[in-house]
């Protein structure tokens, strides 16, 4: 198949009107041959969420999910790939649902989810979040081991608290290629410094759930600006983090390791009103979900939504594929290459207008979303 | 006089072993020729240090001072230049102040004043540190217009909370060549980008008597890491800001915008024990001078022995230079040009050795340290 008459924006080169033969892999990309009238269509690489929830009412944690829906919801934003996060509950629960996510990934060729990013339960007790406080357990080697033995290659990333850690526990998930990331932890500057010698280079939801950065602590939020190797998650809802600090990140952040995330809740994309979150009560309005004391719980950001943001205080397309996309995809490591516009790719992409309205969004080769 | 054998560093070369040939100004500067025995002596500008209150028991405040005894302090420790810092307190006593500093420049060739700083009495009633709240006034232009009116030469910063301050008060300074700096501020990152349009680029004691950053209100700490061309003052005895966030601010900041200064109090110098600052009572011990509730209230770091901290942290002895010279001097204004080992500068130089124990200090040609 051809798309002609096209913008493509790769994260690293643009033509400003090109054509891209495809089947389920991208065959050839090129510049505009003149015989088609030129749309004003803008194709990128298809976004990949590695940090979200659920959406259109369904969390991953639910026992009863309808993965038809909730994938076509995440079409509907532009994202093709996914890692279905889980929240902190009991380990045997958590097993079921990664499982349930490793059987699906099998048994559909056309299905978003790629993996898994198990968020806790082994979080701190002072940066939960909207997590559950009932399932935190302690970061032992074995409570480990029962998380994610026999699913290796479903697991990608494994958010933990550092500091709740034994040093083996964190080796042992680094030793069978699970990337661990920092978060829901109140580690020190020098925590972080001590295992990021060791190889931990990424951050969960920079910011959120972590101390704010004092000149005499500076804690998680001081290593994400110290370390520019250091993969960030950035929520861009304007809310987790406000507009000038998305800017101050952008600007001090090298771009090549920033993570664009929703962090997604299973109210996105559907009406105000209460929800359920790991057992915990919600409450979604005015753009944010939030726990009954004011802690936000997730978001109900929509991942185009979010870039359209970042577009706007002033990230470049190409810089826009590549936090959305080319960098998501080294965390989600898919079996097949993608974030790229070019031969030997995935047909992933996406078909959208300059507001970041999706127009059109192809999986595998195959248009799984249109307007 | 010739000084050789000696490492020559400026803050844009070094020459392992050099020459210099002085008068009142330095003359030329050279390779050392190979006639006289090395010594493993480091030739710097001398110190510029634009924000301090005191030390050896005085304080600039104090009605009774010593110039000989204060001056003779800054030179022990390579300081060869000085901006007299005032606290907040009855703008008729910041003038007589401001007044008796002026007259010891035009009566004193050797003196290393070189003009004053007006901290306060314009800020904030949320962040006074330790400045008197007795005596804080708001930044109305008539004033500013008390304060400065006839010293518009003597004054060369003035800190103010811009969120108390009329436009007009702000724009009043700036249009007597006086530079404001904004500290001691509630300001939001807004207010300070308003200002910083028409001109505003200077942070008094960056991190110290500001909101800490925030990822929802990122403030002043992250106007000062946002804009790349904001001169930050930062203390560097290890206390007002730890070592990290030091690491982190010569990581993210240019370090031509880097300015170090001790916000000396009279303490520095002497013993452990209790002095005053401008009608509060501060305890000294352990490397701080605190208020009786812990809040700091400036230091007793000597000025050589924060460059240590920053060479210890990584800065070259060039960005040394730079950081407590070259730019410093960029503030200070002095009426011959300062901060450089180049011909036509004025021959304001120290000798120390790599441990940075200063061994000579010399002022316009004449050696006002020697051990």
Known sequence: MIVNGVRIVDPFFTIKSGWMDFSDKILSVGTFDGNTVPSDLILMPGFVDTHVHGGAGYDFMDEDIDFDKIEAH???????????TTLTAPIDKIKRVTKKIKQRIEENEYTPLVGVHLEGPIISPKYLGAQNPKYVVIGAKENV????????????????????????????????????????????????????????N??????????????????????????????????????????????????????????????GMRATGLDDGIYDLGGLKVRVENDSARLSDGTLAGSILEYNEGLKRLHNLGLSLNEIAMVSSFNPSNVAKPSTPKGRILPGYDADFVLMDENFSIRKVIKKGKIVYSI
């Open 145 to 200: 081991q029962r998380l994610i033995d026999g699913y290796e290659d479903t697991i990608k990333v494994m958010t933990v608290a550092i500091e709740q850690c034994e040093d083996s526990a964190i080796r042992y998930i680094m030793s069978r290629g699970i990337r661990v990331s920092v978060g829901h932890s109140d580690a020190s500057f020098e925590d972080f410094k001590e295992v990021h010698e060791f190889g931990v």
């Open 202 to 263: 990424h951050l969960t939801h920079f910011c959120n759930a972590m101390a704010p950065l004092h000149h005499r602590h500076i804690g998680l939020v001081g290593a994400g600006l110290f370390f520019d190797d250091v993969d960030l998650e950035i929520i861009p809802d304007g809310i987790h983090l406000d507009k000038d600090m998305l800017s101050l990140i952008l600007k001090a952040h090298p771009i090549e390791h920033i993570i664009a995330i929703t962090d």
């Open 74 to 84: 995440f079409f509907s934003m532009g994202v093709t790939s996914v890692l279905a």
